[in-house]
């Protein structure tokens, strides 16, 4: 079975960051498998054109575009509860709206990347959606997700460790590692629920909006391949599914994903070892 064929009728998701990239790229997926699902989006308009995408077509889930700055604790609240008026419940977050580091490069305030040259405030701004926001979207989902139970998932989307530790990558790194570890945390206080908490991420540069100039030009001079927004699609949708209800805490590369395998030998030769390492002592 490949994942391509999994459903997931009557299941209700939000996507933050839907309205283009990887973001539109997941929740067509979950669309198309029958979901039905909040595209999440500070774009309104491009919002709107892409659930026009799949709105009505044969197999696919009820799509809703909905507004939303996650860096406002009142836009997630809305969203959130949106999502439980109009289908009853909630059972999947995929946590994938963020600023890269095409934000700061593009400041004229940022003379370098150099974390003493870039713009302070862009900065802030970027911990602040990736990291923050974020929180702010699980944490209002996280009392819908309990009551789903075994159906319940966040999925958080992060980036390469290369990429985490990159000279000239901070904060995007920086922001980065501190999810990894929201997952980590967060699949731990989850613990007996039934939710699972686990990370995505597409295994190498992407050719969406998030990348930057600079890092365009660095795939092309290396001569590695730009990845569509496509690749990470199956890793998000067997985790949404019944077929992953009891993996948690883990990581999960895009590319890595082998369509020739079953689907439990397809993830686990995509697994990745955290970036974090688990402490033994509590410290």
């Known amino acids: 079975m490949l994942t391509s064929d999994l459903r997931l009728e009557g299941r ?12 539109k790229a997941i929740a067509h997926a979950l669309t ?6 909040l595209y999440a989006d500070m774009d309104g308009g491009a919002t709107g ?9 044969p197999g696919c889930g009820r799509v809703l575009g909905v507004p939303c700055d996650i860096t406002n604790p009142a ?10 008026r109009l289908f009853g419940s909630l059972d999947i977050v995929v946590n994938n ?4 580091p095409v934000h700061l490069e593009r400041s004229p305030r940022t003379k370098s990347l150099k974390f003493y040259e870039a713009d302070p405030m862009v900065w802030r701004e970027i911990l602040m959606t990736n ?13 819908h997700l309990i009551k789903a139970g075994n159906k319940g998932r966040i999925i958080n989307v992060t980036t390469s460790l290369n990429t985490m530790q990159r000279r000239n990558n901070s904060p995007y790194g920086v922001s980065k590692v501190a999810i990894e570890a929201e997952t980590l945390i967060w699949s731990k206080d989850l613990e ?12 190498g540069a992407t050719n969406t909006d998030f990348l930057s100039d600079m890092g365009r030009q660095a795939a092309q001079k290396t001569g590695r391949v730009v990845l569509e927004p ?4 199956p890793p998000v949708l067997w985790l949404a599914s019944d077929e992953a209800a009891h993996v948690t805490g883990q990581r999960f590369v895009g590319k890595d994903w082998d369509h020739a395998l079953p689907m439990a030998e397809a993830a686990h030769k995509a697994r990745e070892p955290q970036v974090i390492r688990e402490a033994d002592d509590g410290r």
């Open 12 to 23: 209700v998701a939000i996507v933050t960051g839907a309205a283009r990239g990887i973001g």
């Open 32 to 37: 198309r498998a029958g979901a039905h699902v």
């Open 49 to 57: 054109a892409a659930t026009r995408e799949v709105a009505g077509q």
């Open 75 to 84: 836009d997630c609240e809305r969203t959130v509860n949106e999502a439980v």
């Open 97 to 100: 709206a963020g600023k890269g």
């Open 131 to 143: 990291v923050v926001g974020t929180f702010f979207m699980s944490h209002f989902a996280a009392p």
């Open 192 to 203: 007996g629920t039934g939710v699972t908490v686990n990370t995505v991420l597409p295994g």
């Open 230 to 233: 496509e690749i990470i699609v």
